[in-house]
């Protein structure tokens, strides 16, 4: 039988994965909507262009459905919707998750419902990588080292292009080398989004605002277990000076900015001036 499915928490995230099931999945119709701002929702069902409806609650949109999918923005927000989730029967449904929290977290959710008598997936992030016969935690563990690498490589891809800058051998030529050694994404995303001068102008890819308390709790994760990770500590103080000069909503890759700071060059690059 297709499933019924209800996605609750319609961020950019959330709308993103909602619209991707409505479009590909195979989902019994409407697809169900909960947002906690409803307007959100409604907002998000319209754009979807019908076939889809807003639940009033948290509780209906779990009733109405055999697969309830989650992405919320943080740990509160899930501890907050799985006890309304917990007032209601959940026997025999399957509880999809891809909001970010500790793995422990993740852990202890999922051991609550299957209590409960449904079952607990968590997905939070785009790539597959086989975790079969592990707790639910360690694909959290996973997303977060996921997230050590993107910081790490935008670190790599800052400082290269300033150092081609500084050193006379200039960008373009750098963006040339960057082609030929690491021409598929993420090298080749942040090259053009640094290059481009989207770093500072465009549609932030994610905003320095929401990078930095993740990337708190990266920093917590490495020193509870006693990994040194330095490249990771640098990229999160460029972070903040990104943030300083461009404000909360500022692209990660805005990290260039920082570097360039420091490297005695104008935040901004010639992109735009
Ligand atoms: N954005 C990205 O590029 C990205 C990439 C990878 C992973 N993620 C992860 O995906 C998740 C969602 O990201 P996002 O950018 O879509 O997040 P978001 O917009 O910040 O938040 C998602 C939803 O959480 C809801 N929410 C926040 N606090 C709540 C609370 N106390 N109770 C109930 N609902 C609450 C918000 O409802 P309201 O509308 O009412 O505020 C919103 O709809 C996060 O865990 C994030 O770390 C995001």
Redesign the pocket.
Known sequence: MTPRLSF?????????ISESLFRYGEIARPLVLY???RE?AETHRLSLGGDCRVADTIVSAVDDSDVIWL????E??VE??FQAIFSTDIQGKIFVD????SPEMADSIAQRVLEAGAEFVAV???NTVDLSGEKPGAALLL?LMG?FLIMATIETVAEAHVFADKCGIGTKTMEKLMRAVFPNPPHALYNDQMLSGEYFAGKP???VS?AL??TGHVSEMAKRCGASVKIYEIAREHLKVAKEHEGPDADITAIYGAVRVESGLPFRNDAES
């Open positions: 609750i928490g319609l961020g950019p995230m959330g709308m993103a947002n906690r701002t959100k992405c919320l923005q943080n509160e927000a907050s919707t891809s909001s970010t929290t939070p992030g785009r997303k997230n890819l994610v905003e929401k308390l993740l």
